[in-house]
């Protein structure tokens, strides 16, 4: 059977998600990569979850793990149809295909999460029972009453959905996504307006350092975010690491085209299983998994 990979995002962090995974060559050349950008992974790793919540901390953090795990799957000979990521999870996705150099990642990885974190205007909120065409709608809605920037962000699933934009007009989204019927609509706890036009200044930064990154054409299709087209060449992956921050994940977009690829399974590589829950509800007929420790690695290989 072939097998997608994919690679979750910030908010499945977790304390003791490295546990058995921190003494592996691999492990050990990320820490040094980013201890080389200025950050003490190893003892992030380490920590509670206060520790791994901020933004610059839990996008490295997640790579890595998303790595060793990855590294420890490649030696199963599995027919690989395609990979993707859940926005930061793209660049795990990107090494997987061979596009990228671990150790370069963990650098891109570690200044996209500081030119995140330091965007601090704006939020997120997150519309579950909402169909994607309803929350557009909302979005076009508070705009055009001049109530500010108001953006759908993920389109995660049937029926969730989230949007990302200024404060107010978050608040004038969700109140109106509640008067139109959606079961629930809540703010969610990060520090800014991701995939969303506000973080255009953070993409600016970070595309400097896109620019300067030695991408390889990719063995396997990247199915990338912002468009879910499956795309090898290194150049075509650049550009849309380029528009990722700013554009929406489209999530659900992304696991139709990895089924186009002739993938069987769907094999969530990462801690938790949020994409492992999504996939299920995006395509109940296939089979997923989650890869979320070395054990798990070891099931697959049998």
Do not use: K
């Amino acid at each position: 059977m072939r097998v997608a990979l994919t690679f979750p995002g910030q908010g499945s962090q977790a304390a003791g998600m490295a546990d058995g995974l921190l003494d592996t060559p691999l492990a050990r050349t990320l820490v040094d990569a980013a201890a080389g950008r200025g950050l003490d992974l190893r003892n992030a790793l380490s920590g509670d979850d206060d520790a791994l919540r901020p933004t610059e901390v839990a996008q490295p953090a997640l790579l890595l793990v998303e790595l060793v795990l990855a590294g420890a799957l490649q030696t199963a000979g599995l027919d690989v149809a395609g990979v993707a990521g859940h926005s930061v999870g793209e660049y795990a996705a990107l090494v997987a295909a061979g596009a990228l150099d671990p150790a370069e990642a963990m650098g891109l990885v570690v200044e996209r999460g500081r030119a995140m974190a330091a965007m601090r205007e704006g939020g997120m909120a997150a519309l579950l029972g909402a169909e994607a065409s309803l929350a557009e709608e909302i979005c076009r809605e508070v705009e055009a009453s001049g109530g500010g920037v108001v953006v759908v962000a993920n389109l995660n699933a049937p029926g969730q959905v989230v949007l990302s934009g200024a404060r107010d007009a978050l608040d004038r989204a969700v109140a109106l996504a509640r008067e139109r019927g959606v079961r629930r609509a809540l703010p969610l706890n990060v520090s800014g307006a991701f995939h969303s036009p506000l973080m255009a200044p953070a993409a600016e930064r970070f595309g400097a350092l896109l620019d300067r990154a030695a991408f390889r054409d990719a063995t396997v299709p990247v199915v990338c975010n912002v468009d879910a087209e499956a795309v090898r060449d290194a150049e075509g992956l650049r550009e849309r690491l380029r528009r990722q921050l700013t554009a929406p994940v489209r999530w659900v977009d992304c696991v139709n085209t990895l089924l186009e690829l002739d993938a069987g399974a769907l094999l969530e590589v990462g801690p938790g299983s949020v994409l492992t829950g999504l996939a299920r509800r995006i395509a109940p007929e296939v089979r997923a998994l989650s890869v979320a420790r070395l054990d798990d690695a070891v099931a697959v290989h049998a």
